[in-house]
C-alpha cells in the first residue's frame, strides 16, 4: 500500500513538473486593437503599446492596419461586425459611439469601472465619463479629446502691419486681418478654415449658440439664425478675407508652408504642425472665436475606446489596456504626442504628469483654457450618421466653393438631412 502511494506521489510530481513550464510560458492572451487617422496617433499608440506589454506580460497588443478617418474606422467595425471579425478594442471618434453601442456591440463598462471602487480617484470626472457613455450605457472611454483653435503665422500677420500678439476674438477682425494678409499677393491666403466634416462645422454653430437639433431630436436646429450665421462666415471668409477653397490636407500643407495666415482646425495639429513646419515660421495658437460670447459653445472631438470582444479572456485584456490608455501615465504621453487635451483629471492636475509639459509649451495651453466651454459632439439618431456628416460636408463646400447662396445651402442641407433622418 506504502509503495503504490509512493509511486502515486512520483508520478503526480512529474507531471506537475511536466505541467509547470506550460502554465510559465502560457502564450498571452492576444488582443486585436483598432485606431483610426495613424499621422495622429501612430506614434502615441506605439508607445502606449509598448508600455503597456512590458508591464504586461500575460498581454500582447497587435494593431491592425489604422483607418484613415474616424467615419473609415465606424464603417469597418460597422461591416466587420456582420460577420462577428470586429477588433477586440476599437478607437471610435466621439460621435459614432451612438451608433455602435445601438447596435449592441459595445461592452457596457460600467461594471468593470465600479468593480475598481471610486473611479474618481483614477482620474475620471462624470463630465469625461460623459462623453464615452451613449445608447444607455458606458459605451467606451475617452482617449483624446480636442477642441477647434486657431493656427498663427505669426510672420505674415507681421508683414501684413498686424499684431500677432494680439489675439482676435470676433469673425469681423478675424475676416479683415484676413483680408490684410491676403493682400500680400504671392500666394498668400489670410485665412484656412477646415470646412470638410460636420464637426468642424459644429465649432462654428456651437460657438454662435446654435444646436443640430433640438434637445427631443425631433426638428433640424440649424437651420435658423445660427446656421445662417455659421455659414455666412465662411462665405465672407472667401469673399472678403481671401480664403481659398482647397482640400483639407491641401490647406494643412498650405498652412505648413508659410503661405496662410490663419488655419482653423483641431487641436489635435499641434504637434503634427510642429513637426512639419521646419523653422518657416514662428507658430501661435489662439482661442476659437465666438460668435455669441455668451451661448457660445466648442464642440469636443476626438476619439474613445470601445472594447468590443466577445471572449470574455480577450475583453478583460481589452478593457486593461484601455485602462492603461486612459490612465494619467497613458494621458500624459497621448497629449504630449498630439495636441489634444487630457481625458484624466489626475494626469492634467498632477505637475509629475503634465504640469511640467504645459510650463514649456504654452501653445499647448490653448486647448485646455477652453475646456470648461466644451459640449459633446452631436451624434445624429439612427443609422444614417456617416451619410448626414457628407451631406453638411457637401453643402458647406458649396459655400465655401461660391456655387450656392448661404439661403440656398442651408435649405437644402436641412432637407436633405431631414429626409436621412426620417428612413432610419
Partial sequence: MTARLTRRTALAAAAATLAAPRLAFAAPVEIDVHYAMPAVYKDVMDRLAADFMAANADIKVSYRQASASYDDGAQLVLREAVTGRQPDLSFQGLNRLRVIAERGLAVDLAPLLAAEGDVGKLGYTPELLGLGKAGGVQAGLAFATSNPIVFVNADLFR???????????????????????????????????????????????????????????????????????????????????????????????????????????????????????????????????????????????????????????????????????????????????????????????????????????PLFMTGVRQMPIMVPWYAFPGSNGVRITSVITDNVSRVVEQKASVDAALADMARDVARLLARA
Wanted: include cysteine; charged fraction near 20%.
Fill in 159 to 361: 508683414r501684413a502691419g498686424l499684431d500677432p500678439d494680439r489675439k482676435l476674438t470676433t469673425w469681423d477682425e478675424i475676416i479683415a486681418a484676413s483680408k490684410a494678409i491676403s493682400a500680400l499677393g504671392g500666394g498668400v491666403h489670410g485665412s484656412y478654415y477646415r470646412w470638410q466634416g460636420d464637426w468642424i462645422y459644429s465649432a462654428l454653430l456651437f460657438g454662435f449658440g446654435g444646436r443640430m437639433m433640438d434637445e427631443a431630436e425631433r426638428e433640424i436646429g440649424f437651420a435658423g439664425p445660427e446656421g445662417r450665421a455659421s455659414l455666412t462666415v465662411l462665405d465672407r471668409l472667401v469673399k472678403e478675407g481671401g480664403m481659398p477653397a482647397l482640400s483639407g490636407e491641401a490647406g494643412a500643407q498650405a498652412f505648413a508652408a508659410g503661405r496662410v495666415g490663419m488655419y482653423f482646425w483641431s487641436t489635435a495639429f499641434l504637434r503634427q504642425a510642429q513637426r512639419s513646419l521646419g523653422g518657416n515660421f514662428q507658430l501661435a495658437t489662439w482661442e476659437f472665436p465666438l460668435g455669441d460670447r455668451a451661448r457660445g459653445r466648442l464642440p469636443t472631438g476626438g476619439a474613445a475606446g470601445m472594447v468590443l470582444a466577445k471572449d470574455l479572456a480577450k475583453r478583460q485584456a481589452a478593457y486593461r489596456f484601455l485602462r492603461h490608455c486612459t490612465s494619467p501615465e497613458g494621458t500624459a504621453v497621448m497629449v504630449k504626442g498630439t495636441g489634444y487635451v487630457p481625458v484624466n483629471q489626475l494626469a492634467a492636475d498632477d505637475p509629475r504628469h503634465l504640469g511640467e509639459f504645459y510650463r514649456e509649451n
